[in-house]
Nanobody
Framework: QVQLVESGGGLVQPGGSLRLSCVGSGSIFRINTMGWYRQAPGKQRELVATITSGGRTSYAESVKGRFTISRDNAKNTVYLQMNSLKPEDTAVYYC????????WGQGTQVTVSS
């Protein structure tokens, strides 16, 4: 059973940056495509970025050019670098496997506000 622990969220002003981390337990983590999701209050959870085990990435249009997903397989860790943050990026951010999710972690809150 893979456990996921997200961290790195916080309060930031519009235009600011944050770097999120997601650590997964177990060797199976490093062979899977992983993704970052977010869920804003009253909205459905949405997938914003994915990365394959080999490092190929994809992004939702709403974050393309501002967010960068990366991974360190040796550390079982996936990152999300978020730049030029906007108030509409405010949400709880989660990582998980898009094709057959593991158990969801607690997520990390990102709040973009002046």
């Amino acid at each position: 059973q893979v456990q996921l622990v997200e961290s790195g969220g916080g309060l930031v002003q519009p235009g600011g940056s944050l770097r999120l981390s997601c650590v997964g337990s177990g060797s199976i983590f490093r062979i899977n495509t992983m993704g970052w999701y977010r869920q804003a209050p009253g909205k459905q959870r949405e997938l914003v970025a994915t990365i394959t085990s080999g490092g190929r990435t994809s992004y939702a249009e709403s974050v393309k050019g501002r967010f960068t997903i990366s991974r360190d397989n040796a550390k079982n860790t996936v990152y999300l670098q978020m730049n030029s943050l906007k108030p509409e990026d405010t949400a709880v951010y989660y990582c998980n496997r898009p094709l057959g999710p593991f158990s969801w972690g607690q997520g990390t809150q990102v709040t973009v506000s002046s």
